[in-house]
């Protein structure tokens, strides 16, 4: 195997249940005082992850909402930090995830093309140099000196992708990035991706879309419920994980009987 670009192990990551996050201090000193506090409950959302993703490998991570693929990602990029074990990563990391969620909103869209490009690792001379083509790429050549909070979500969501894409990783994160758009600028996107599967770049993508994972990917893991279920060629970790969907779906029709 290739020198590993990611390596994690025996990561578990543990957070606070949801309906807890709204648990306001005042009731907190008051259930202390009425010696009816309890201690928070929290949840693994990841538990014991080992893996291994070689340099230029092509990644796809598959499962239900809430398996914690996009919680795996966002350890691999350092944004969550887990609870035991180590995360490790070589080169430079572009992760699209929230696409836009880095921008100011106050600020103009060339100002945050090259704000957005300088923290994704790029000078602020090449962004400079850069803007023409991502405006164009996202189809907002008209909106370049207009605030970013008039921009539909949409259309900030193109504009991250656009930057994003335009800076060259080592290892990229990509998170459902596919649905962006109608179907012509997904289209686009397909075409701008496709120059990273050509390179020695490192590609984990999370995706609803098996045919894709399927295709595009040499290896896929299955997560189901913070687990890693399965890790393999991408075309039996779908078949796998599709038997498993539709033996789930016959027990519950069998158990309505």
């Known amino acids: 195997m290739p020198d ?12 606070l249940m949801r309906d807890e996050y709204s648990y306001d201090l ?5 259930s202390i005082l009425e010696g009816r506090h309890q201690r928070q409950t929290r949840k693994a959302v990841l538990s014991e ?43 430079k990391i572009v992760p699209l995830l929230e696409l836009g969620a880095g921008f100011d909103p106050e600020l103009p869209v060339v100002e945050n ?24 790429f996202a189809e907002l050549e008209e909106y370049g000196s207009v ?28 998170d459902e990035v596919l649905s962006i758009g109608d179907e ?8 701008r991706l496709d120059q ?6 490192t590609v984990i993508v999370v995706s609803h879309e098996l045919e894709f994972i399927r295709q595009a990917c040499d290896r896929a893991i299955w997560l189901e419920k ?20 539709e033996r789930q779906a016959m027990e519950a029709i069998a158990s309505l009987r």
């Open 4 to 15: 590993p670009a990611v390596v994690l192990r025996g990561v578990t990551l543990e957070r």
């Open 26 to 30: 005042k009731n907190q000193i008051f």
């Open 49 to 91: 992850i080992d893996l291994e993703i070689a340099r230029g490998e092509k990644v796809g991570l598959i499962g239900a909402n809430g398996a914690g693929k996009s919680t795996l990602l966002k350890a691999i990029c350092g944004i969550l930090y887990p609870t035991r074990g180590e995360v490790s990563t070589t080169g």
């Open 113 to 136: 093309i090259i704000l957005y490009g300088v923290l994704l690792g790029s000078s602020r001379k090449a962004m400079i140099e850069k803007v023409p083509s991502v405006l164009k």
């Open 147 to 174: 605030p970013v909070k008039v921009l539909s979500s949409g259309m900030a969501a193109r504009l991250g992708f656009a930057i994003a894409t335009d800076v060259q990783p080592d290892i990229l994160i990509l």
């Open 184 to 191: 012509h600028f997904k289209q686009k996107c397909r075409r």
């Open 196 to 201: 990273f599967w050509q390179e020695h770049v």
């Open 226 to 245: 913070g687990r890693l279920a399965f890790d393999g060629p991408a075309r039996e970790t779908v078949a796998r994980y599709l038997s498993s969907i």
